[in-house]
């Protein structure tokens, strides 16, 4: 029997809220003097989620570093569920030739869930800012929903193939 779905919500609610801090951290900084920001969406547009999935990239004024970077998107199970979500990354690796190249890889973390289900997941997200102008890159997640003896009860995922985003740069 596969996990209910009040279950696969509160994952999605639970990896909702790990990602607060690091949201409210971003937020209370003073204007972002020091930093650019990109604002765009994904090529995933699901009902969940009123439109296209929204992405935010800051990054360090002489484009060196990626400092936040937030993304929603929808994960669908075998189950036949959908779950809206969305990730934030506070830690990406950088590479600098002539532009910003980043990546990221999430170890594998594990929830605890009601009724003795847990979920394993990992998130992996790749991509290059233009000088002052535009980025693109692609996200993917992979959840594996575990009954109360560790077997596999479910596997959400963003899809076969990794979310493509586009941004541009936002000047105030």
């Known amino acids: 029997m596969g996990p209910s779905k009040r279950t696969i919500l509160l994952l999605a609610a639970l990896a909702g809220l790990a990602a607060l801090p690091a949201r409210a951290a971003a937020a209370s900084s003073p204007a972002h003097a020091s930093s650019f920001t990109f604002r765009g969406s994904t090529d995933q547009c699901p009902a969940q989620l009123g439109g296209c999935g929204k992405v935010v990239i800051r990054v360090s004024r002489r484009l060196e570093r990626v400092s936040f970077f937030s993304i929603q998107y929808v994960l669908d199970c075998q189950s036949g569920r959908t779950l809206a979500a969305d990730s934030a990354f506070t830690s990406v690796t950088t590479v600098t030739r ?25 998130a992996d997200l790749h991509g290059t800012l233009h000088r002052n102008t535009s980025g693109r890159g692609a996200f993917a997640e992979d959840v594996t929903v575990l009954d109360g003896q560790g077997q596999p009860a479910d596997r959400c995922t963003t899809g076969d193939k990794p979310i493509a985003w586009r941004v541009k740069l936002r000047r105030r």
């Open 98 to 122: 002539g532009g910003l190249k980043f990546e990221g890889t999430s170890a594998p973390f594990t929830i605890t869930l009601q009724d003795g289900f847990t979920g394993n997941a990992t």
